[in-house]
């Protein structure tokens, strides 16, 4: 989430705790970005955040693989693991109180049949580990993959923090070693069970060694962290929940706040599900493994950014990009997508385990100051400034909103099967963050607004946009525009959480939206075998 002053706060617009019930609290407070308005010379001057908003602070690419061949192998295999029995008690039964068992791995990601460590602190004398792998499983949402034999607990040493950047690190012993030999690609909660009756997921996502012929899931881990307040501090606010006491950099070796998985849970589960119900190939990975090396993305006929993915190295962007640019579809199910500009830095368990984001202080980032490398704040703004919607279509522009979404291209592809008609509308699906579609900020073309859902952020009003464009590559970019299309899709169910009011009928629009855009996504680039979009951005706006 962005800010326009020093006055950012940390929110959450989410709950799901793995029960049904929800947890969500809302803290903090954040700024409409008053992007409307922005002309030529703001965007030189750096695109701004705020509802009452003052100034706040390629290579060429490698030859796509065909798909057939991977795509079966994928395909078959994928056929295989759905056709398993699912494990209908994955899910949290009691949290307790944090420190009754509470764990994190030594790395964000692991291919399968590599080992990683667990790090655990626990109150109970013992306690066992259960791996589930999220995927559909019949309705079950989850098997379990592998458990752990008895292992002995241990309450382990209180937080360290950094006083330099004000981080935050367990440090903890390495409690046990877990072998992924037969685990398949995916994303998995590894549920801590304590013999003190209480639980806590860990999160892991086992990558797969290909994406070629495949759907893409790309897992968000750095926007995890940055909202991940163990331990007293995150990337928005510190002990005293004041944003100038905040971290500047935040690192993976301490567990998750809440019960473990919380961001995972609210905005990528369900997607995931869903993915896996329709039968595409699919492959699995994070952010930070794309940052890495951009062979993560060759070949995949479609990369899925999830429901809140924020924190995003110019690296990441530039390979996303660059597969863009070579045919492969993207999708963004949620916003404020690829808002910060983040770095990575080594940790106490290995390299690339700590988020650096400075954000309004970046001046103060003795690597900007001694290196005069990239600045780690927003993307819009200036020095460097590269606003997202050049890549996504969208302008993130506010926090909080309650809105309705509103159908304009109701003969779009998009909603086939859905029965909509234009200015239909699904109360609550816009929020808590949105973007719209920015005249004056740099926007691909043609673009197609497909919703265009009036909205109040902090007494003003503005739009939430639904946007679709393609690229000469043939690659087709879609973006919701709003960070409750994942929740949507679990609307009113036990798996809601806290699902706003929306309804039966809006999760069955935004399941059958999506149904429609993984599947045609999934066949190769959008602009060879579905309609060109329609420019309409000029005719919505004069309205």
Not at 125 to 141: I, T
Not at 175 to 186: C, K
């Amino acid at each position: 989430m962005g800010e326009g002053t020093e006055h950012d706060g940390r929110h959450r617009d989410d709950g799901a705790d793995g029960t049904g019930t929800g947890t969500g609290t809302g803290l903090g407070r954040r700024h409409f970005l008053g992007a409307a308005a922005v002309g030529a010379t703001g965007l030189t001057a750096g695109l701004v955040a705020g509802c009452d908003a003052s100034p706040g602070g390629s290579a060429g690419a490698s030859p796509r693989p065909t798909a057939s061949s991977s795509a079966g192998g994928v395909r078959s295999a994928a056929d295989a693991e759905r056709a398993r029995p699912g494990s209908p008690d994955w899910r949290i039964r009691s949290l307790g109180p944090p420190e009754a068992v509470q764990g994190y791995t030594d790395k964000v990601s692991v291919l399968p049949g590599e080992e990683f460590g667990l790090h655990v602190s626990t109150t109970a004398p013992g306690f066992r580990v259960s791996a589930y792998r999220v995927g559909w499983y019949g309705g079950a949402q989850a098997r379990l993959v592998w458990r752990s034999d008895r292992v002995a607990g241990a309450h382990q040493r209180q937080p360290r923090t950094i006083s330099s950047t004000r981080s935050v690190r367990a440090d903890w012993e390495r409690t046990v070693g877990v072998h992924t030999e037969g685990w398949p690609a995916g994303a998995y909660l590894l549920r801590l069970d304590a013999e003190n009756g209480h639980q806590r997921y860990v999160p892991l996502i086992v990558r797969s060694a290909s994406a070629a012929g495949t759907t893409l899931l790309m897992h968000a881990p750095a926007t995890w962290q940055a909202y991940n307040t163990w331990g007293g501090y995150s990337l928005y606010q510190g002990e005293n929940g004041a944003y100038t006491s905040r971290s500047l950099a935040v690192g993976f070796d301490r567990p998750y706040d809440a019960n473990g998985a919380e961001k995972f849970m609210v905005y990528e589960r369900a997607a995931v599900v869903l993915a896996e119900r329709l039968g595409i190939p699919l492959a699995y990975t994070t952010g930070l493994d794309v940052h890495l090396a951009p062979s993560v993305l060759q070949g995949a006929t479609t990369a899925v950014s999830l429901g809140h993915d924020e924190y995003w190295t110019p690296e990441q962007r530039q390979h996303v990009t660059r597969a863009r640019d070579t045919g492969t579809n993207l999708v963004f199910l949620g916003a404020n997508t690829c808002f910060r500009r983040i770095r990575l830095e080594h940790g106490p368990s290995g390299t690339d385990r700590t988020v650096v984001c400075y954000k309004t202080a970046y001046q103060d980032d003795p690597h900007f100051a001694d290196h005069h490398g990239l600045p780690t704040h927003d993307f819009r703004q200036p020095p460097a400034a590269d606003p997202e919607s050049t890549l996504t279509g969208v302008f993130y522009e506010g926090f909080p909103t309650d809105a309705p979404y509103v159908v304009h291209s109701a003969d779009h592809w998009l909603f086939e099967g859905t029965g909509v008609k234009r200015g239909d509308s699904f109360k609550h699906l816009v929020g808590v963050e949105y973007d719209r579609v920015t005249p004056g900020a740099p926007t691909p073309a043609p673009l197609e607004i497909l919703a265009h859902s009036p909205l109040v952020c902090n007494g003003r009003s503005s739009h939430s946009d639904s946007a679709y464009y393609t690229v000469p590559s043939g690659a087709g970019v879609f973006a919701s525009g709003t960070m409750r299309w994942v929740e949507g899709l679990m609307a009113g169910t036990r798996d809601g959480g806290r699902d706003h009011g929306m309804d039966a009928r809006t999760r069955a629009f935004v399941t059958r939206t999506t149904e429609n855009l993984l599947r045609a996504f999934a066949t190769g680039p959008a602009a060879k075998a579905r309609p060109a979009p329609k420019d309409n951005v000029r005719s919505v706006y004069a309205n």
